[in-house]
């Protein structure tokens, strides 16, 4: 693994994963919901500037592909069930995570499946769909000092929900389009 600081901003990404959790059981609530939303929010912009930073100067790595989908994944799962937790079984908020769990375990399934054999690149628009994530957790997370947190949060939620479903089905399509999957693989 070379140790990069894009590298390096990733595996800071995926420490901080859990720590969102963990603030919930070390700290009170609203200082916990406070250094959530700051480690979540801090975690979220190392997702930008890894890969910035790895492009500008020139530091792509294979450890580092391999590693940024799986430490947002690991932000984004672990942080929805926080907030399933912190919201109780809020439908607003449950149904379209339950779509975005789905969708990132079966495209993490796929990818392992095509793994040497098939490289599917990520999007524009699963970009995208990472960033709304990101922002829509970031303001559920702030849901306690406001309303106006809750609603744009649920709707931006939706609207992420949405973006994943797309981007899975870009996925699978593009997979079975793909000369490997074609010969029965």
Known sequence: MPLTIPN?????????????????????????????????????LTDFLDGWIARRWNQQSEFGRMLDPIADKAMVTIALAV??????LDPWLL??????????????????H??????IHVTQLAKWKTTVQMI???????????????????ALIWLAAAL??????EYFRKALASPTMKEGS
Do not use: K
């Not at 859990?18 to 975690?43: C, I, K, M, N, Y």
């Not at 379209?96 to 079966?106: G, K």
């Not at 095509?114 to 490289?119: C, D, F, K, N, P």
């Open 136 to 154: 829509a957790i970031g303001a559920l997370f702030l849901a306690p000092w406001g309303d106006w947190a809750r609603v744009g949060g649920l």
């Open 114 to 119: 095509l793994a040497g054999r098939v490289t």
């Open 95 to 112: 149904v379209p995570a339950a779509a975005i769990f789905l969708r990132e375990t079966a495209v993490s399934g796929l990818r392992e």
């Open 8 to 44: 390096l901003l990733t595996l800071l990404r995926l420490f901080a994963a859990p720590a969102v959790a963990l603030v919930f059981v070390v700290l009170p609530r609203p200082l916990a919901d406070a250094v959530a939303v700051t480690l979540f929010l801090g975690a979220s």
């Open 83 to 88: 907030l399933m937790m912190l919201f109780g």
């Open 164 to 169: 994943t479903v797309i981007t899975g089905v």
